[in-house]
């Protein structure tokens, strides 16, 4: 994995997080374009472990959709639903496959945290 990010999403809200690609080349950081890829996927977890069961999966059309001038920007729809009232801590991490490349580029932790009105 190259590079972590951790989201935070609030208890019993819905939330829309967006996360921008830079790809670095000798000329300097440029917008890496998203739509070159076959899939993009992201599963969650309880834990890291391999062989825990995945919680959530989104794809493209299906909670997560390349925007941005230069499709460098993922936008990711987590449902109230998904949030729901748990308090808790999770693990993420985004497939990225292009051909018969498959690359994990980021992940992270999603921690859902209490909110006084539900």
Do not use: C, H, W
């Amino acid at each position: 994995m190259i590079g972590t990010a951790n989201i935070e999403l609030i208890q019993g809200n819905s939330a829309t997080v967006r996360l921008t690609f830079e790809d670095l080349l000798p000329a300097g950081l440029v917008p890496l374009d998203l739509a070159k890829f076959d899939e993009i996927r992201l599963d969650v977890k309880k834990d890291a472990l391999l062989e825990s069961p995945v919680i959530l999966a989104l794809s493209i059309g299906d909670g997560l959709t390349i925007t941005g001038d230069d499709e460098n920007t993922l936008e990711i729809v987590f449902s109230r639903s998904f949030i729901g009232t748990d308090i808790r801590k999770l693990r993420y991490d985004i497939l990225f496959v292009e051909g018969a490349v498959y690359a994990t580029l980021i992940g992270g932790s999603i921690n859902i945290t209490g909110a006084v009105t539900l």
